[in-house]
């Protein structure tokens, strides 16, 4: 790992000014999350997710979307951060207490960066400790409405599943949705999403650092191009033994390992 190292805390040494990293369902492996399109033998993409993670599935079999992503969702809220994620958060402070700017763009919906104690967040996806509307102008609902997922009762549904016995908007009745970004939707189809936060954050990077992401979603391309234009250095934290896209260079180590080891090297905290 002395390689990865040295480039990953000499590129932080150098960012005196905005940093911004990118995760995706890789970090969050070692929670214990599978990954969506990862070799692990839990991997969601064995599934045919691109159905089921969709508004359409959604409106034709809400039972059936409810029941997929509560069973999906068990090991989500089981999980606690991994030292990736809280060495991201004493990057955070690091960065920040030397006059710095650091943003946190995760393509992740857990909320194990929260856990963690970053700030700086963004859940570009979504978050699934909330649920809302589906209904368009509702005051739970898109552009800007949504509800803790806690305040559902959702043993009975889980006892005996019906559309009766789903979670219904308070405000018009409705039966309520997953917070997510579907596949079948835009990144501005809610303002949680904070995809012009993320586009102006990355058009002022100095750095931009990648951790645990497959590169496979629109958000990444639309990153590493601003980076090509910009001439942005960009760094990406993988295992495995595949080379990223460029302009990315690779950190082949495991972010759970790499992460803190950078954060010992840096003196952060």
């Not at 308070?170 to 309520?176: D, N, S, T, V």
């Not at 990144?187 to 931009?208: G, P």
């Not at 990648?210 to 601003?226: N, P, Q, R, Y």
């Not at 690779?250 to 003196?267: D, M, S, T, V, W």
Request: hydrophobic residues 40%.
């Amino acid at each position: 790992m002395d390689e990865p190292l040295r480039k990953l805390a000499d590129a932080l040494r150098a960012t005196d000014g905005a940093l911004m990293v990118v995760t995706g369902a890789g970090i969050s492996l070692a929670s214990g999350i599978p990954t969506f399109r990862g070799t692990d033998p839990g991997a969601v993409w064995k599934q045919d997710v691109t159905e089921l993670g969709t508004l359409d599935f959604f409106s034709r079999d809400p039972v059936s979307s409810w029941r997929w992503y509560l069973s999906r969702f068990e090991k989500v809220f089981e999980a606690r951060p991994n030292p990736a994620h809280l060495a991201l958060a004493s990057l955070e402070r690091w960065q920040t207490g030397r006059g710095g700017s650091f943003l946190l763009v995760t393509q992740n919906v857990d909320t194990l960066h929260e856990q963690a104690g970053t700030r700086e967040l963004v859940k570009v996806h979504g978050s699934a400790d909330r649920v809302r509307c589906p209904a368009s102008g509702c005051e739970y609902g898109a552009p800007r409405g949504s509800l803790p997922r806690d305040r559902f009762d959702l043993k009975p549904f889980l006892a005996s599943p019906s559309r009766e016995r789903l979670p219904h908007c308070p405000a018009c009745g409705e039966i309520l949705r997953q917070h997510v970004l579907w596949f079948d939707e835009y990144y501005n189809s809610h303002a949680d999403y904070q995809f012009e936060r993320v586009r102006r954050a990355c058009a002022e990077a100095d750095l931009l650092l990648f951790v645990g992401t497959s590169f496979s979603v629109g958000l990444t391309e639309m990153l590493l191009d601003s980076a090509r234009l910009l001439g942005t250095r960009v760094l990406a934290v993988d295992p495995g033994a595949a080379s990223p896209p460029p302009p990315a260079e690779a950190l082949h180590a495991k972010a759970e390992e790499l992460l803190p080891a950078a954060c010992r090297e840096l003196a952060a905290r």
